[in-house]
């Protein structure tokens, strides 16, 4: 549905390995589990393009760890720069 309305998707698979932990008790349980490879680098391009590109207002990232933290000082500056006016105000003859 989000295809349909102009959103751009991108799915990577899970690579599924088995995770061994040790029990509090002393056993050791082995399960299969997801994980995910390349999803943050994915959604540091996008923002970061779209950043440039000036296709949106507000970006709100949420991640369970520091992935994303370069992304975000990247926009930070990308969006200072752009705040920046290259106009010199001073009076014509003054000394900087």
């Known amino acids: 549905m989000l295809g349909r309305q102009g959103l751009h998707i991108y799915s990577r698979p899970l690579r599924y390995r088995n995770r061994h932990v040790r029990l509090s008790d002393g056993r050791e349980h082995t399960f299969l589990t997801g994980e995910e490879r390349g999803i943050d680098v994915r959604i540091a391009l996008d923002v970061i393009r779209m950043a440039h590109r ?5 970006a709100l990232l949420f991640s369970q760890d520091q992935d ?4 975000a000082d990247e926009i930070d500056r990308i969006t200072d720069d752009a ?3 290259p106009r010199d105000y001073r009076p014509k003859g003054s000394l900087s």
């Not at 000036?54 to 507000?58: A, L, P």
């Not at 994303?68 to 992304?71: F, G, K, M, P, W």
């Open 54 to 58: 000036r296709e949106y207002d507000v």
């Open 83 to 85: 705040c920046l006016d």
């Open 68 to 71: 994303l933290s370069e992304a």
